[in-house]
């Protein structure tokens, strides 16, 4: 009998266990809330700060997948952003992996919910055909320093227009009349029977001159030649310029080509400095009169007299701002870049050209500018 009283003893206690500790667990967060309302009324609340970046993008990567896209010289792929923070963000560099790239973004005062664009034009007549991506770093303040980088990945058709060399380079002096020849391919199956024609060939500089120097048919592939001639006398220093081909195809009405001269080598006391290395005019062509340029700051030596600057293409005004007396006797010469008209299209490539005299001797400084298209 003991050994039956203790089985039941037993087991009606299990149910008074359990019920204890299902009591207990319900007293647990009353319990837990006196303890909390104990605290001292004057201890400061607890905050929770984020410290999350105001610029947000809807798509950091665009990805136009893996098929070829259709050719073309240009492409402008655009990324949306949207200010999510409580201050006004200011974008203020927008670096491209590659000088084929030309970002701009639209605004690049950002008030707080406000959206922009950043657009992307990509050159792809020296591009490879394949895979590609590219990268852009954006830089900005909100107001701390931040940055981020946008990706565009793309596969291109197999290559159309064919330019080689894609640049035009001497390097140090040229030899009196030296030549180079550019040729261009129009390897475009579907223009065999009528192919690209060549309606005008125009350099940028007075440092050499450009004429067309025949053709040839080949398998179907129009080559034409560029004959390029160097001036023998050209300044020290390294200069800029491109080639413009004109052409009557309504896809590439304009090819065009840089050209590289010369050295960065100058002697000590003819040191020259350019703010910004490279110029830029934004092209509008929805509304033509809010087209602007960039500022274009240089810092010549004391002993160079000024005389005047000019640009490339024609529609591109170079107009001198202010000259004034620099750092150890430097003239700082500072000129803003504008458009009188909208140039023709398929010119993004052109130059600033700043002369001056040392002496008799001619001087002369140039300075790349991209001109970025914007259709809106």
């Not at 050159?123 to 954006?138: C, K």
Request: glycine share 6%; charged share 25%.
């Amino acid at each position: 009998m003991n050994g039956v009283t203790s089985q039941v003893d037993s087991a009606a206690a299990k149910p008074t266990n359990s019920l204890r500790t299902l009591l207990i667990l319900l007293l647990l967060p009353c319990l837990a809330s006196s303890i909390f309302a104990m605290r001292d009324a004057d201890s400061p609340p607890l905050n929770v700060r984020s410290d999350r970046p105001a610029l947000v993008f809807k798509s950091y990567m665009v990805h136009e997948g893996p098929d070829p896209i259709e050719s073309q010289p240009l492409i402008t792929p655009f990324f949306v952003f949207k200010n999510k923070g409580t201050e006004t963000v200011r974008i203020t560099e927008l670096k491209a992996m590659c000088s084929c790239m030309q970002p701009v973004a639209t605004p690049v005062e950002v008030p707080p919910g406000v959206e922009g664009r950043l657009t992307l034009p990509i050159r792809t007549n020296n591009e490879a055909a394949g895979p590609h991506e590219y990268l852009v770093t954006v830089k900005y303040e909100d107001p701390k320093p931040r940055e981020l980088t946008l990706t565009y990945k793309v596969v291109l058709p197999a290559k159309q227009i064919e330019i080689e060399p894609r640049v035009v380079m001497v390097m140090g002096r040229a030899m009196s009349k030296e030549r180079s020849v550019v040729m261009i391919s129009d390897q475009r199956p579907e223009r065999r029977d009528s192919p690209m024609k060549i309606t005008g060939v125009v350099s940028s500089s007075s440092l050499f001159s450009v004429a067309e120097a025949g053709h040839s048919d080949v398998d179907g592939v129009r080559r034409t030649a560029i004959e390029v001639t160097f001036s023998k006398d050209i300044p020290m220093g390294q200069h800029r310029g491109v080639i413009t081909v004109s052409t009557d195809d309504p896809i590439y009405p304009a090819l065009q080509i840089p050209v590289i001269l010369g050295d960065r080598k100058r002697p000590d006391d003819e040191q020259v400095f350019v703010n910004p290395e490279s110029g830029r005019v934004i092209v509008d062509t929805i509304e033509p009169k809010q087209s602007s340029g960039t500022s274009v700051a240089f810092s010549i030596p004391p002993k160079w007299k000024f005389s005047h600057v000019d640009a490339f293409p024609p529609q591109v005004l170079a107009n001198v701002v202010k000259t004034i007396p620099g750092e150890a006797g430097n003239t700082e010469i500072s000129v803003q870049l504008s458009l009188t008209e909208i140039p023709a299209r398929g010119v993004e490539k052109g130059s600033l050209t700043l002369h001056a005299t040392d002496g008799e001797a001619p001087e002369m400084i140039t300075v790349p500018i991209s001109l970025v298209w914007r259709t809106r």
